[in-house]
């Protein structure tokens, strides 16, 4: 049976989040530590983040956290790590990022993110490039972009991997 929202004309997982007294902290990260590699990249995360949280009108706590590391191994980005934990311990209730794959491209934080969301740990997310929702399909769809996003980085470092040994037969 589907519940209905109290002007019984949507269902119920079809109310956005009131956001209101929520508290955001957006997150930027780039994989590389070379300067001269995607040098607007975290620049142009953050506002396209700050941008969002205007329309959206939301409270973003401090200035924006970025990172130059990678996300295909998990426990290896300490901002990251200190965000979940601020979260946990209440300082924050949600994180805006550029796209799920900023947050995660190993299954590992991937599978946590989902439960402190499910768990209300987090209790949202925003993003510019992918739109989330509280609900069971919203989920699966934040799941699916983190899968999409460890096998782009899985892939990618299989064709590294066949030019190099193709370079060093050449």
Same mark, same amino acid.
């Given at each position: 049976?589907?519940?209905? @929202? @109290?002007? *019984?004309?949507?269902?119920?997982?079809?109310?956005?989040?009131?956001?209101?007294?929520?508290?955001?902290? #957006?997150? =930027?990260?780039? @994989?590389?530590?070379?300067? %001269?590699?995607?040098?607007?990249? #975290?620049?142009?995360?953050?506002?396209?983040?700050?941008?969002? =949280? =205007?329309?959206?009108?939301?409270?973003? #706590?401090?200035? =924006?956290?970025?990172? *130059?590391?990678?996300?295909? /191994?998990?426990?290896?980005?300490?901002?990251?790590? %200190?965000?979940?934990?601020?979260?946990?311990?209440?300082?924050?209730?949600?994180?805006?990022?550029?796209?799920?794959?900023?947050?995660?491209?190993?299954?590992?934080?991937?599978?946590?993110? #989902? !439960?402190?969301?499910?768990?209300?740990?987090? /209790?949202?997310?925003?993003?510019?490039?992918?739109?989330?929702?509280?609900?069971?399909?919203?989920?699966?769809?934040?799941?699916?972009?983190?899968?999409?996003?460890?096998?782009?980085?899985? !892939?990618? @470092?299989?064709?590294?991997?066949?030019?190099? /040994?193709?370079?060093?037969?050449?």
């Amino acid at each position: 049976m589907v519940e209905y @929202s @109290s002007d *019984k004309t949507l269902p119920m997982f079809y109310n956005e989040l009131d956001t209101s007294n929520l508290r955001y902290v #957006i997150y =930027a990260r780039k @994989s590389t530590v070379d300067e %001269q590699r995607q040098q607007r990249s #975290i620049p142009d995360q953050i506002r396209d983040c700050q941008k969002l =949280a =205007a329309q959206l009108q939301l409270h973003v #706590i401090g200035p =924006a956290f970025t990172e *130059k590391k990678s996300a295909k /191994k998990p426990n290896q980005r300490p901002v990251f790590r %200190q965000i979940l934990n601020d979260i946990k311990a209440g300082k924050y209730d949600g994180i805006i990022a550029w796209h799920p794959d900023r947050l995660a491209r190993n299954m590992l934080e991937g599978g946590e993110i #989902i !439960h402190m969301v499910d768990t209300e740990e987090i /209790k949202d997310l925003k993003f510019c490039m992918h739109h989330f929702t509280q609900d069971a399909n919203g989920k699966m769809l934040l799941g699916m972009a983190f899968v999409l996003s460890k096998q782009y980085t899985d !892939h990618l @470092s299989e064709s590294v991997e066949r030019g190099v /040994k193709n370079r060093f037969r050449e």
